[in-house]
C-alpha cells in the first residue's frame, strides 16, 4: 500500500534534548511537508522541501532542523531550542508543489 | 485577518441531517481547494479535491467553489455518526506565497445517533 509513515506514534522527551522524527513516504511525491498542530491553532507550517537535498523554511522553523537526503524521507529534528516543542506533528507530501498533499498519522511529542 | 476563515464550531446535528460547512478566504490566487477530515489523534484524510470554480460530488459529499465570493462550501447528505469529525479547507495557487497550502482553522462536527 502507499501512503506516509510517521513514528514513533508516541514519544516523551525530557527538556534540553534534541529529538528527530521520521517521515517516509512511497508514493514517490516529490515534495514534503512538517506542520505542527496545536489545540485551537490548525495547522502550521514548519518546514518543506520541495526536491531533495533542498528545503525551505516555514512559517514557525525557529527551534527545527530537517534534512532531505532521499525522496522518500524527510526527518524532523526539534531541537532544545524550541520553546513550546510540546505538540502533534504532522508529515504531508505532495506531487507537486501545489496540488493536494496527504498527511501521515501523526507523531505527538510530549516534552517536560 | 487571516487569509481563510473557518468557524471553529462545534456543530452539533442529529443523524440523517444535511450538514454544511463553509470557509471563506481573501486571497484571489487560490485556485486549489481542498477539504479534509480528522478524527482525534490522527492525521488529516483527504475527502475532496477541486480545482477553480464549480461543484464536485463524491458520494455523500459534496465540494462547492464561488470564487467571485471567495466562499467554499463542503456538503454532508444523510450525515452518520462516524462523520463526527474535525474538517479543515485549505487551498492555494502558484502564485500564493510559493503555493504551500494554506488550512482554516477546523470546524468540530458532532453528529448525534
Known amino acids: 500500500d502507499g501512503g506516509i509513515t510517521q513514528s514513533p506514534k508516541y514519544l516523551f522527551r525530557k527538556e534540553g534534548q534534541n529529538v528527530t522524527l521520521s517521515c517516509e513516504q512511497n508514493?514517490?511525491?516529490?515534495?514534503m511537508y512538517w506542520y505542527r498542530q496545536d489545540p485551537g491553532q490548525g495547522l502550521r507550517l514548519i518546514y518543506y522541501?520541495?526536491?531533495?537535498?533542498?528545503?525551505q523554511k516555514g512559517d514557525i522553523a525557529e527551534g527545527y532542523s530537517v534534512s532531505r537526503e532521499k525522496k522518500e524521507s524527510f526527518p524532523l529534528t526539534v531541537t532544545s531550542a524550541q520553546k513550546n516543542p510540546t505538540a502533534f506533528y504532522l508529515c504531508a507530501s505532495s506531487e507537486d508543489r501545489v496540488g493536494e498533499q496527504y498527511f501521515g498519522p501523526g507523531t505527538r511529542l510530549t516534552v517536560t | 485577518q487571516k487569509e481563510v476563515e473557518q468557524d471553529p464550531g462545534p456543530l452539533s446535528v442529529p443523524e440523517g441531517a444535511i450538514v454544511s460547512l463553509n470557509c471563506t478566504y481573501s486571497n484571489s490566487a487560490f485556485q486549489y481547494f481542498m477539504w479534509y477530515r480528522q478524527y482525534s489523534r490522527k492525521g488529516p484524510e483527504l475527502l475532496m479535491y477541486?480545482?477553480?470554480?464549480g461543484n464536485k460530488e463524491d458520494g455523500r459529499f459534496t465540494a462547492q467553489v464561488d470564487k467571485s465570493s471567495k466562499y467554499i462550501s463542503l456538503f454532508i447528505r444523510d450525515s452518520q455518526p462516524s462523520d463526527s469529525a474535525t474538517y479543515l479547507c485549505?487551498?492555494?495557487?502558484?502564485?500564493?506565497?510559493?503555493?504551500?497550502?494554506?488550512f482554516g482553522q477546523g470546524t468540530t462536527l458532532q453528529v448525534k445517533p
Open positions: 485549505a487551498m492555494s495557487g502558484w502564485s500564493s506565497n510559493t503555493g504551500k497550502l494554506i
Open positions: 477541486t480545482y477553480s470554480s
Open positions: 508514493l514517490n511525491h516529490d515534495a
Open positions: 522541501s520541495q526536491i531533495v537535498n533542498d528545503f
